[in-house]
């Protein structure tokens, strides 16, 4: 399985690749405006800098959701380094631009992604990963791990090679959840993805060693 981190902070994405097991990064509006960027240079030379840190997919969301515009932009974005997967909101022209730039050998990442018909139409359309979201949907009481599993039938189905990219993870459970299904990808803040390290069974294992080990010296 995949570890994307899903953040514009470039503090968080330095320390995750530190740790030396993440695979990529998902942002998208709400995320970049966090950080405070603004204007369309600020925001090109924000995802060229996280090309920088990390040497794998970096999801960079189109701002248009019109077909011709979702298409400006994402070509625009791909320009800029060849890791980009332009992302595009789950709406009828951004299923036509999907389209459009697996045609032309351009990634992609299907966002904002609520059903399993959703995450066919995107496969279909030949997305290089679909985004269900997990937490969004727990927040309805609508169980966002049975989603994962219809998607995961469905692309087995048919061997789609689209791959189910995990998103609005909130805990470590959805991770190990996530695991277990079979989700290609998960993309987590750094703080569900460093609660994986926890456990005070460790940290008591772990004083317990280090007390024995100054008998040892
Ligand atoms: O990348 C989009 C997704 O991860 C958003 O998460 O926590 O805002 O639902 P959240």
């Known amino acids: ?23 990529g990064v998902t942002t998208n ?12 240079e600020a925001i090109l030379q924000h995802y060229k800098n996280i090309c920088e840190i990390v040497d794998g997919d970096i999801s960079a969301e189109v701002l248009s959701v019109d077909f011709e515009g979702m ?29 459009y730039f697996s045609d032309k050998g351009i990634k992609t990442n299907c966002t904002l992604i609520f059903s399993p018909g959703q995450a066919l139409l995107a496969a279909k359309a030949g997305a290089t990963y679909v985004s269900p979201f997990l937490g969004r949907l727990d927040d309805i009481s609508v169980d966002s791990l049975k989603l994962i599993e219809d998607i995961r039938l469905i692309f087995d189905n048919y061997m789609f090679e689209t791959e189910i990219l995990a998103a609005s993870i909130r805990n470590p459970m ?12 998960i993309t987590s803040p750094l703080a ?20 024995d080990a100054k008998k040892l010296a």
């Open 174 to 185: 959805h991770i190990i959840n996530c695991a277990k299904i079979g989700a290609d990808v």
């Open 71 to 99: 298409v400006r932009e994402g070509e625009e974005l791909a320009a800029l380094h060849e890791n980009i997967v332009v992302k595009i909101p789950m709406v009828k022209d951004g299923i036509k631009a999907l389209k």
């Open 29 to 40: 509006p709400s995320l970049m405006a966090k950080e405070g960027i603004k204007g369309t």
């Open 192 to 211: 569900s993805i460093l609660a994986l390290l926890a456990h005070p069974l460790t940290d008591n294992g772990l004083a317990t060693f280090v007390a």
């Open 1 to 23: 399985m995949k570890f994307f981190i899903d953040t514009a902070n470039l503090d968080q994405i330095k320390e995750a690749q530190e740790l030396g097991i993440l695979d």
